[in-house]
Antibody, heavy 119, light 106 residues
Framework: EVQLVESGGGLIQPGGSLRLSCAAS????????MSWVRQAPGKGLEWVSV???????YYADSVKGRFTISRDNSKNTLYLQMNSLRAEDTAVYYC?????????????WGQGTLVTVSS | DIQMTQSPSSLSASVGDRVTITCQAS??????LNWYQQKPGKAPKLLIY???NLETGVPSRFSGSGSGTDFTFTISSLQPEDIATYYC????????FGPGTKVDIK
């Protein structure tokens, strides 16, 4: 059974850093495209970042230069390193698996982890 | 960047009604368009991929159509459990979600 479990969220002051983790089971993270999607309170979905199976990474303009997506193949875990956090980064962060390289829908999602950026 | 719009932003319909949501892309995205359902407090669920293909296990009352810049999502007979917000998402150039359509029961 495919499962994604995020952790690492919490309350952080503006300008601070946080690392989110997404532990996967039932499939191999490194063989798939994996993404982070966030949702600010009461708002819609916003794509944040993707890492392709070959290792290429891409980011939304809103987080480029501040966030870094990575993976640990030995732990089958996806990460999102978030630096220089701003109030507008406050959101539930979901990790999601991309269905396939040719059909880039998000077919499995974690339960989400809440990041609150506030002083 | 590709922008996505959806209409309406919200709607109320009766059980059994046919519900239609439209999604428009700012440029031609072929059929690189997916639809999701999100219930309050839950992660989104993929319903339709590549504009018109039903994800495994999704009821057949859900359907999608369109290509290029204009897409349609339809619930043929609205059920109480369909109360949710629905999002379109393009993947022609990275990923972009539409703003969502909230569906309520009248």
């Amino acid at each position: 059974e495919v499962q994604l479990v995020e952790s690492g969220g919490g309350l952080i002051q503006p300008g601070g850093s946080l690392r989110l983790s997404c532990a996967a089971s039932g499939f191999t993270v490194s063989s798939n495209y994996m993404s982070w999607v966030r949702q600010a309170p009461g708002k819609g979905l916003e794509w944040v970042s993707v890492i392709y199976s070959g290792g290429s990474t891409y980011y939304a303009d809103s987080v480029k230069g501040r966030f870094t997506i990575s993976r640990d193949n030995s732990k089958n875990t996806l990460y999102l390193q978030m630096n220089s956090l701003r109030a507008e980064d406050t959101a539930v962060y979901y990790c999601a698996r991309v269905l396939s390289w040719s059909t880039r829908g998000f077919d499995y999602w974690g339960q989400g982890t809440l990041v609150t950026v506030s002083s | 960047d590709i922008q996505m719009t959806q209409s309406p932003s919200s709607l109320s319909a009766s059980v059994g009604d046919r519900v239609t949501i439209t999604c428009q892309a700012s440029q031609d995205i072929s059929n690189y368009l997916n639809w999701y359902q999100q219930k309050p407090g839950k992660a989104p669920k993929l319903l339709i991929y590549d504009a018109s293909n039903l994800e495994t296990g999704v009821p057949s009352r859900f359907s999608g159509s369109g290509s290029g810049t204009d897409f349609t999502f339809t619930i043929s007979s609205l059920q109480p459990e369909d109360i949710a917000t629905y999002y379109c998402q393009q993947y022609d150039n990275l990923f972009t979600f539409g703003p969502g359509t909230k569906v309520d029961i009248k």
